[in-house]
């Protein structure tokens, strides 16, 4: 497609549009935060700061995760604001080597369940101080990395962004991405372009799928092997999904995108949080311990704006640390379990339990879009929208995710006996269900 090429040949453009979102993105994020907090009666439409919160939180955010469904890491590439900044400040950085530590495969998984726990703690998507917090916190970090390692690198991106492995995941389904001809590039075939700056620091020659591109579109056209082209959705997985290199991939999709995902969406209209809070605050009560019953922590460690009737004791920040955790390791070691112990039973290796296991993309992708869309939904119906439509929306949102999930395991099952292929799409249906009754719970159990 002629569309890769035209990026490359209008670089300039794209950078011009990064400076552009870096702008509204520092607009979106500042203003609101020097602002007084909203009264009871605003709305989007007459106050500033709920107006910021829609557009990030209500828009951006879950448009950002369908744009990486539909179009690879476009956005990280193109568009993303902290990734320009960090390359920015590479650029004119010390240009050190990125050293061994960084390198280590678990910091994207860590950092989204870090970053994910602490966002739940201190509200970051209903105050705009907390989202400051979090995200410019981000920001300056990833300048910070870029300002000391690399030379016009997106050393923050590759190894330690907070979103980055989410990305990788969802990428993975995206019918778009650039295909490398390792034969023609070995060939080195004209036109000799100038060698493209893959700030992301991909061996371009061996790339496969969408999954660590950045779509930027600085390679497109290089020895001729480099192209835009369309793909089927399900070949990332079904093709290249035995990589031996794919534990954290699998390890962020079970635990971070679908476990503590759900609970840090759920946790608000939980009846086993209520539960568990419950039987923590008599427990404490019956032995005279008073203080974690106290709303005294200042907003940056938990919730705190009195004002609004919105404060977390001690005992909440601790309550809701532990249903995210137990979200994350019940649910996600559960669906691992499962999975695992099919695939012995059929006679396969790990490596194909976990392939299987990337089946689930689909409906990780479709439980992230409907809990961050939740937020929008809040706000609209906070204008006196009734929005009739948004529950089957929903219904065939996860309708269609678990049945995707199910047509990847029968394609990744293929080549198995009948037996063995019905067992194991017995337990990826199973799996599928325990993520839906999770959702279903959220949605319509009220």
């Known amino acids: 497609m002629q569309a890769g090429h035209a990026m490359r040949r209008h670089a300039l453009v794209i950078r011009r549009l990064q400076w552009a979102v ?27 700061t709920l107006l910021a919160q829609f557009v990030f939180w209500g828009l951006w955010w879950p448009f950002v995760l369908l744009s990486v469904l539909l179009f690879g890491r476009l956005w990280c590439g193109v568009l993303c604001p902290e990734g320009a900044l960090s390359e920015w400040a590479s650029q004119r950085g010390l240009g050190r080597g990125t050293p061994r530590w960084m390198r280590w495969g678990g910091w994207p998984t860590l950092a989204f369940l870090i970053t994910t726990l602490y966002g739940q703690l201190i509200s970051v998507y209903d105050y705009a101080q907390a989202a400051l917090l979090i995200l410019g916190g981000s920001t300056l970090a990833a300048m910070l990395v870029g300002f000391l390692y690399g030379r016009g690198k997106r050393v923050w991106c590759r190894y330690l962004c907070p979103v980055s492995g989410v990305f990788g995941l969802l990428a993975k389904l995206a019918p778009l ?6 034969q023609r590039w070995r060939a080195n075939a004209p036109p000799h372009l100038p060698p493209p700056n893959c700030a992301p620091l991909l061996d371009i020659r061996r790339m496969r799928g ?36 794919n534990l954290w991939e699998v390890r962020l999709l079970l635990y971070g995108v679908i476990g503590l995902a759900m609970g840090a969406f759920q946790w ?90 990337l089946c689930l993309i ?38 269609a995710a678990i049945s995707w999930c ?3 395991s029968w394609r990744v099952c293929t080549t198995l006996p009948a037996s063995r292929k019905a067992a194991l799409l017995l337990s990826m249906s199973l799996a599928c269900s325990l993520i839906g009754y999770g959702w279903w719970l959220q949605f319509w159990s009220r």
Not at 177 to 182: A, G, M, S
Not at 220 to 229: K, N, W
């Open 22 to 48: 870096v702008l509204f993105y520092c607009v979106l994020l500042v203003i609101p935060a020097l602002l007084p907090l909203p009264p009871a009666e605003a709305g989007i439409l007459n106050n500033l």
């Open 362 to 399: 689909p409906l990780g992708a479709a439980g992230l879009f409907l809990g961050l869309s939740a937020t929008t939904v809040k706000l609209l119906r906070y204008e006196g929208l009734a929005l009739l439509w948004v529950q089957p929306t929903r219904a065939t949102l996860l309708g």
């Open 268 to 357: 608000t209209v939980s009846p086993w949080f209520i539960s568990l809070k419950q039987t923590m605050a008599e427990w404490l009560v019956a032995r005279d311990i008073f203080w974690p019953l106290e709303a005294n922590a200042p907003w940056w460690l938990l919730t705190h704006y009195p004002q609004l009737n919105d404060a977390f004791t001690w005992l909440d920040g601790l309550a809701i640390s532990l249903y995210l955790l137990a979200a994350s390791v019940l649910l996600g070691g559960g669906l691992q379990l499962l999975i695992h112990v099919s695939s012995r039973l059929a006679g396969q290796t790990p490596a194909f339990a976990r392939q299987l296991l």
């Open 210 to 245: 969408a999954s660590a591109c950045h779509a930027c579109g600085r390679c497109s056209g290089q020895r001729d092997a480099v192209q835009l082209i369309a793909r089927s959705s399900n070949e990332e997985i079904v093709l290249y999904g035995n990589n031996p290199d």
């Open 406 to 408: 199910l047509w990847l």
């Open 177 to 182: 991405h650039f295909h490398v001809d390792e």
